[in-house]
Nanobody, 115 residues
Framework: QVQLVESGGGLVQPEGSLRLSCAAS????????MGWYRQAPGKQREMVAT???????NYADSVKGRFTISRDNAKNTMYLQMNNLKREDTAVYYC?????????WGQGTQVTVSS
């Protein structure tokens, strides 16, 4: 069974950058399409970006041109490079498969964009 652990969140000023990491246990990570998701206070969880095992990517319109999803299958790790952050990007960020599976939701990592 795969376990996913997110890290890299923090407090950043508007227009700043952060890079999130998702470390996966288990050798089957490389076979899965993976995704980053986020949940802002009072809102439903939403998809941010996805990446197939072969590296094809897809982004929510709200982050296109600012966020980049990537993965290193040899390290069982997925990343989310977030540039030009906006206040509305404030949320808890999670990684999961795509589509997401309930058993894989972890604690997430908090991203707060504020001056």
């Amino acid at each position: 069974q795969v376990q996913l652990v997110e890290s890299g969140g923090g407090l950043v000023q508007p227009e700043g950058s952060l890079r999130l990491s998702c470390a996966a246990s288990g050798s089957v990570f490389r076979l899965y399409t993976m995704g980053w998701y986020r949940q802002a206070p009072g809102k439903q969880r939403e998809m941010v970006a996805t990446i197939t095992s072969g590296g094809s990517t897809n982004y929510a319109d709200s982050v296109k041109g600012r966020f980049t999803i990537s993965r290193d299958n040899a390290k069982n790790t997925m990343y989310l490079q977030m540039n030009n952050l906006k206040r509305e990007d404030t949320a808890v960020y999670y990684c999961n498969t795509s589509p997401p599976l309930g058993v894989y939701w972890g604690q997430g990592t908090q991203v707060t964009v504020s001056s």
